[in-house]
């Protein structure tokens, strides 16, 4: 068969553009390399500064084997990587940049599919919004979680128990020379944060959404059985070109209403929710914040996982692994939902038995019985804000408090631990500037870590309200993502410390106790809000001036929808 490529308008023919672009790609390829074979590019995210997906040049050594053998020829392609610990001044704020490098080389270049490879938290979303504008057919092979590492006995989860062990130094119940030893012990293999983080999550979204070979996701990084899975992505992509199946061919709003529901069922991060509505955003799919409560809210917790629960992603896997908790839920996925093997998702379910009740729990037994995010609005919080519930303390979950405000997160650092500070267990403590455009680029702060006084005294939770987000390792009751954020004249500019705030989980509201003239009378003020400076230069002036708010996936204006594969300019 006689494949109609995109690549053919680079190769095909006996001109002198062809000719310069075939000469310089020989490399000593065979004569039939540019005769009907599908170019496939890998998305390769591995880099020595992001350590979760250092090993990714083995894996995709392995989908090149899969490429060629099915007759393809297997390119690879660097991608702009983003390491979560060590991206300033967050990784969010490059997530867009990462995606729109990505979709444009991937336009650029004479490729007729791509193969995805991420795992560290950003690099999947970055490629599914590239890959999917380009609307080019692509497949996605996560990392994989690294094995766990033990202290003294103890499994480590890594995020989670660095928040959990610096707060006990905090606390005066851990040394600190006691912490650092710890260090040593918590990252022990290749792969990325193995707890039910947002690295996790969003792998496990990937293939709840179609995008990897159903089974794939969660295979752990050291587990040869991922690389025998790369290589077979490799064939598939050669398979999806000769297909033709596109994306937007079948990634629709069904593929995200499983999405939501696995999320949901694993008790995935919440950064999950900007990065869905994000890719979503670039296919065209109908896709709201208030889907995720809708959708998610009802659905039981069966993964007893950390930041949540009690294991770890080794155990999710000794399990069961994903399919696993799909069967549990299989009456809540939409059955239309295909995957890129063209098969429904719900057909992969029936032999997919748990192995350990106690860590991918029955329906009937859940973790928790409601385990969604929940989305709150109000006075406080207009365009939307969410809560996991699974996460957070269950008598706070309604709740009124004197706020206690922080006017950015160094204002936060430097009066946290002031004995002075006027702040006691029922305060509730308010974080602004840290949105999309405030910061720039929504970091991980929301869950401020508690004041030292009142950790002494044995509180271990306190309502937290932030326009930033959270880790998705991280847990407590935190009302995130605020929207619209301080910086963009939200109410969150205008609350003063003292005023009284009120959260209901259940009537899913969020208000400030002020009356709305004075709230009115209060906005001329809001420009001087700490810490907001809009950038001059470079990428952080085009985020600032074009990123949209929390609610529809803090992607730019610009590049919501897609560009198309199509590139009709010769460069010659
Ligand atoms: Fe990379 Fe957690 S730091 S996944």
Known sequence: MVLDLRSSEWYAGDDRNAYIHRAWM???????????????????????????????????????????????????????????TNVRPTAML??????????????????????????????????????????????????????????RGEPLGCGTDVWRLSEEVRAGTLSQESFLESEQATIRTRGHCNTMGTASTMALVAEALGTTIPGLAGTPAVDSRLLKAAHETGRVAVQLVAEGRTPSSFLTRANFHNAIVALSAIGGSTNAVPHLLAIAGRLGAELSIDDFDR????????????????????????????????????????????TI????????????????????????????????????????????????????????LKHRGRAVVFDSIEDFH???????????????????????????????????PLPKKLLEQGVRDMVRICDGRMSGTAYGTVILHVTPEAAAGGPLAV??????????????????????????????????????????????????????????????????????????????
């Open 414 to 448: 430097a009066r946290i631990d002031d004995p002075e500070l006027d702040i006691d267990a029922d305060s509730v403590m308010v974080l602004r500037g840290c949105g999309p455009k405030g910061y720039p680029g929504m970091p991980e702060v929301s869950n401020m």
């Open 26 to 84: 020989r490399r000593g390829a065979p004569d039939d390399a540019f005769e009907g074979r599908p170019q496939i590019a890998i998305a390769n995210s591995a880099s020595d500064l992001t350590p979760c997906n250092a090993h990714l040049d083995e894996v995709a050594q392995s989908v090149k084997n899969g490429v060629y053998e099915a007759g393809g020829v297997p390119l690879n392609m660097p991608v702009v990587s983003l390491g979560e």
């Open 341 to 396: 093997t063209g098969r429904p998702l719900v057909e992969y379910l029936d032999d997919a038995p748990v192995w350990d009740a106690d860590v991918i729990t029955p329906r009937d037994r859940p973790v928790q019985p409601a385990a969604g995010i929940t989305v709150l609005r109000g006075s406080l919080a207009p365009g939307g804000a969410i809560i996991k519930p699974a996460a957070a303390s269950p008598h706070l």
């Open 94 to 151: 490059w997530r867009n940049m990462a995606a729109m490098a990505t979709e444009e080389m991937l336009r650029a270049n004479p490729i007729d599919g791509v193969v995805l490879l991420g795992g560290c938290d950003k690099t999947i979303p970055s490629l599914l919004m590239a890959a999917s504008s380009v609307d080019i057919p692509a497949v996605v092979v996560p990392g994989g979680p690294m094995s766990t590492g033990h202290f």
């Open 295 to 338: 959708i998610g809210s009802e659905v039981p917790l069966l993964v007893n996982l950390r930041p949540a629960g009690r294991y770890l992603m080794d155990d999710f896997q000794r399990a069961g692994g994903f399919l696993a908790v799909l069967r549990e839920v299989r009456d809540l996925l939409d059955p239309t939902a295909l």
């Open 495 to 572: 609350v003063q410390t003292g005023d009284w705030i009120a959260l209901d989980v259940r009537g899913r509201r969020i208000d400030i106790d002020v009356p709305a003239d004075e709230l009115a009378a209060r906005r001329p003020n809001q420009a001087t809000l700490a810490g907001f400076a809009a950038p001059r230069r470079g990428w952080e002036r085009l985020y600032v001036d074009h990123v949209m708010q929390a609610d529809t996936g803090a992607d730019l204006d610009f590049l919501v929808g897609s560009s198309g594969s199509k590139m009709s300019r010769e460069s010659h």
